[in-house]
């Protein structure tokens, strides 16, 4: 069974440039995260959703940052403009929520750098 | 409010040794779930174990064990007779429906075994 994809693997840009990126959950998994991991630091959750309903997007900021999973199944992350401070790793993560929980599966993250 | 502690940042142990990585968390919550993940330089979060607040046994993987303790609210992890590819950040965590269904990292261990 294939795990959580994302891509890029990589990404440099420059400032202001806008920038996406893509995860596709485990296959029957409905909860979906995105996960920012700055550098040295453990995992902070951005959004998180049930389906294709955010129901936690607390931490997401909303002025640059937006994400959507449209149909339930892969979702995109997307910063624009980025700025310098938003070098980080973007992981993505999926789980079978029903009761209860269950453990998150991860992906292989994102590696920004902006310059 | 939920917190994990890692105070440890890094340990570098020779091969064979054995080593402990401490976690101490906070949570109002009378049921929760604690968990380890290690983090190779791959990148990809790889789950461990999943500890429910109601069950203190101790527990032994292999070369890893794990010791949980309510009335000190730690979680330690020890590795038996580290090898090399032990060498990753390991990350604990904590999660409560009552603080949004979240899971909260602890900063993380970076170990190293070194032959």
């Known amino acids: 069974e294939a795990g959580v994809v994302q891509s890029p693997r990589y990404k440099i840009i420059e400032k202001k440039q806008p920038v996406a990126f893509w995860c596709n959950p485990i296959?029957?998994?409905?909860?979906l995260y995105w996960y920012l991991q700055n550098l040295g630091q453990g995992p902070e959750l951005l959004i998180r959703y049930e389906n294709e309903e955010a129901v936690d997007d607390s931490q997401l900021p909303k002025d640059r940052f937006s994400a959507e999973r449209l149909k339930g199944v892969d979702s995109t992350l997307k910063i624009q403009p980025a700025e310098l401070g938003d070098s980080a790793v973007y992981l993505c993560?999926?789980?079978?929520?029903?009761?209860?929980?269950?453990?998150?599966?991860f992906g292989p993250g994102t590696r920004l750098t902006v310059l | 409010a939920q917190k994990v502690t890692q105070a440890q940042t890094e340990i570098s142990v020779v091969e064979k040794e054995d080593v402990t990585l401490d976690c101490v968390y906070e949570?109002?919550?009378?049921?929760?779930?604690l968990f380890w993940y290690k983090q190779p330089p791959s990148g990809e979060l790889v789950f461990l174990i999943r500890r429910n607040s109601f069950d203190e046994q101790n527990e032994i993987s292999g070369r890893y064990s794990w010791n949980f303790q309510k009335s000190t609210s730690s979680f330690n992890f020890t590795i038996t007779a580290s090898q090399v590819v032990d060498s990753a950040v390991y990350f604990c965590a904590l999660f409560s429906k009552n603080a949004g269904n979240m899971l909260t990292f602890g900063g993380g261990t970076r170990l190293m075994v070194k032959p």
């Open positions: 993560a999926s789980s079978f929520n029903i009761q209860g929980y269950n453990e998150q599966f």
């Open positions: 296959s029957g998994h409905n909860t």
């Open positions: 949570t109002r919550d009378t049921t929760y779930y």
